[in-house]
Every structure is written in structure tokens, then in C-alpha cells.
């Protein structure tokens, strides 16, 4: 797995080479497993919270507890993870126990591999290489273990959460593989992340490196978008793994509201209470249907809203493809403070 949270030379860009069959192959994923996965290491790390402060609120890191210090040197930092605790889905739709299933399918000797591979990295800590030698030392029981700790992680940190999640992840694969119909796929790599370029049939990929470059010719390419490994990006290259990205989903400050629902007070009493929690839901530009998604409205009743507050110069509106996306104006951010 090559990843920049694994610290590797990011002046020296990694070269991945594709041909037409490798283009024509692409497709579009999402995984249940990876956002679980990348939601413990959110847990774990600040720097990576700005996003999702109100979602940590709601959590129980105490009934955590356990999974996480059965998962923690699998997914350290810094550190190697081990490929086979997030199996790239086959499908655009596969669920967490389809994910899990294939976890614990896994070989015992692809789990001791994977796991070793951990004990190489330059810089792990000793804390994360006891953790790796705890699990080697007893391969079969340790897969059932991660298996286990990984649905408890689904549980409190997805689950709950999971239908908003997918919302964003569809409406993210949606734009692009418009943008991939009307664009062409340069277009589309040369937006996933600023670590990310396409020309000549070869992407540049400069969040990891090891000053080679990679010829998958014939393998395909899976692009799949991430509510939490912002604001990083993964690239998985080895085989068998077929070439993946793991993306920041569009939107991903969109998700969450950015505090409790409070008493729009004054603001209220100006333009009623729905029109004053969209203006305060407007941080910045987004669609009707994640407005209505943050606030609780049917579409309908949210253009309504949205219609009569753009007629009174508070809100101004683009359409981006398939969305109308909003903002507030000047005088709108004004007085919704």
C-alpha cells in the first residue's frame, strides 16, 4: 500500500503506465470496510478531525476501546497496513459483510506476509511492532480477532452514519463518471486530489514514491472515493491488488453539520426559522439535496425555501451538471453571522 501518512519521498513522484484496455476498464467503488478502517485512524489522529468534529461527538470511544487496541498496529503512523484488511470491492455495491467475508477468507500465508511486511518499516514505532509480533504469533486466531474488532468498528463508527455516507460517496462516483463522459479521463484523475496527474497515458501520483515507475498495463484502475482518508490519498499498486485510488470524496465538508442545531434567535424572526437554518447550514457552496439531507427537508420544500431567499439577494445559486449548488451572499452571510 502506498500511502503519504507512510512518509515516503514525495519528490520523487510515482509513474503508474496504462494502455486503452486499462482505460476502457475503469470503474467506480465504494467500500464500507475502507471508510471503516480509515474512520479508526480518524479517531486517532487531529490532524485529520477538521472535518468530522460533530461526528466524533456523537461516538463512544469507551465500547471502542477494545476493537481499536486490537486493529491500532495495523494502522499506525507512522507504519505500514497490511492490504488484506481492506480488499478492493468487486462491485459498485459491496456491503461490509461482503468485506468482512473476504477478510476472513484470507490465506493464513498472505495474513503472516502482510503482517511482516509491517515489522520492515523504517520508522514504526515499537509500540505498533509488538502489536504486529502479538498477531504473528498466532496467524488464525489473530484473523478471527480482526474480523471481529473490524465489525465492532463498523458498528459504532459507520453503521449509524452509513446511509448519509453512501449518499455523498454515489452523488461524488455520479459526477465523475459524467465528467468522465463529457470530459474524458484526464479530466477526471486531474480532479481527483492535487497529488494527482494524467498525461501522456501515465499518472503521476506524487503522495507516495519510491522513484520507480510502475508499469499495470493490463491490470484496470478502481477509483474509489473516501469520506475520511481526507485530506490524504491512497494508492494501492502491488499485485494481485488491482490498481486502486482512494479519493476525498467532493463534499466531505458538507457531511456533517458543523455544530448542534441552535435557535436561529433574531435571524429567526427575520426570515423564519427554516430559511435561517439554511442560510446557517450555507458555510460554504452546496447542493439542494445535502442542504436538505443537513437540515431535514424534502428537496421540494428546500428549492422552495432556497427560491425565496435567492429573490431576496441572500442566496445565489450555479447549476454543476446534474446539482444546484448555493451559497450565500454577501448580505446573506451578513446577517447569519
Known amino acids: 500500500m502506498l500511502s503519504p501518512r507512510f512518509g515516503h519521498d ?3 513522484p510515482l509513474g503508474l503506465r496504462f494502455d486503452t484496455s486499462d482505460v476502457l476498464g ?9 471508510e471503516t478502517m480509515e474512520a479508526l485512524r480518524v479517531t486517532r489522529e487531529p490532524r485529520r478531525q477538521a472535518y468530522h468534529l460533530s461526528w466524533l461527538r456523537t461516538l463512544d470511544l469507551r465500547a471502542l476501546a477494545p476493537a481499536a487496541e486490537v486493529l491500532g498496529p495495523l494502522v499506525p503512523r507512522p507504519g505500514s497496513t497490511p492490504d488484506f484488511i481492506t480488499p478492493i470491492p468487486t462491485g459498485p455495491t459491496t456491503g461490509i459483510d461482503d468485506d468482512l467475508a473476504t477478510v476472513a477468507a484470507t490465506p493464513l500465508e498472505q495474513v503472516v506476509h502482510d503482517l511482516a511486511e509491517g515489522l520492515r518499516h523504517p520508522r514504526a514505532a515499537s509500540r505498533t511492532l509488538a502489536g504486529v509480533r502479538r498477531l504473528l504469533a498466532d496467524p488464525a486466531r489473530s484473523l478471527e480477532r480482526i474480523v471481529a474488532a473490524q465489525r465492532t468498528c463498523w458498528e459504532i463508527l459507520i453503521r449509524p452514519f452509513w446511509a448519509t455516507i453512501d449518499d455523498l460517496l454515489a452523488a461524488d462516483i455520479a459526477h465523475r463518471a459524467a465528467a468522465l463522459a463529457t470530459s474524458g479521463l484526464g479530466s477526471v484523475l486531474n ?8 498525461a501522456d497515458d501515465m499518472l503521476v ?6 522513484g520507480t515507475t510502475d508499469d499495470v498495463r493490463g491490470r484496470g484502475l478502481v477509483l474509489i472515493p473516501s469520506v475520511f482518508v481526507w485530506p490524504d490519498m491512497v494508492a494501492i499498486t502491488d499485485p494481485p491488488v488491482q490498481p486502486t ?3 476525498p470524496v467532493r463534499g466531505v465538508g458538507t457531511l456533517w453539520p458543523p455544530a448542534p442545531a441552535r435557535d436561529p434567535g433574531a435571524l429567526g424572526d427575520l426570515v423564519g426559522a427554516t430559511r435561517a437554518a439554511l442560510l446557517q447550514a450555507l458555510t460554504e457552496e452546496a447542493s ?7 437540515i431535514g427537508l424534502g428537496l421540494p420544500t428546500t ?7 435567492r429573490e431576496n439577494g441572500l442566496v445565489t445559486s450555479r447549476r454543476a451538471g446534474r446539482e444546484v449548488l448555493h ?3 454577501a448580505l446573506g452571510a451578513a446577517i447569519s453571522g
Open 10 to 12: 514525495r519528490n520523487v
Open 26 to 34: 475503469l470503474r467506480f467503488a465504494r467500500s464500507p470496510l475502507w
Open 191 to 198: 480532479g481527483l486530489h492535487r497529488e494527482v496527474g494524467w
Open 205 to 210: 501520483y506524487g503522495g507516495s514514491a519510491h
Open 245 to 247: 485510488l482512494f479519493y
Open 288 to 294: 439542494t439535496s445535502t442542504l436538505a439531507r443537513r
Open 303 to 309: 428549492s422552495t425555501h432556497l427560491k425565496v431567499l
Open 327 to 329: 451559497r450565500r451572499t
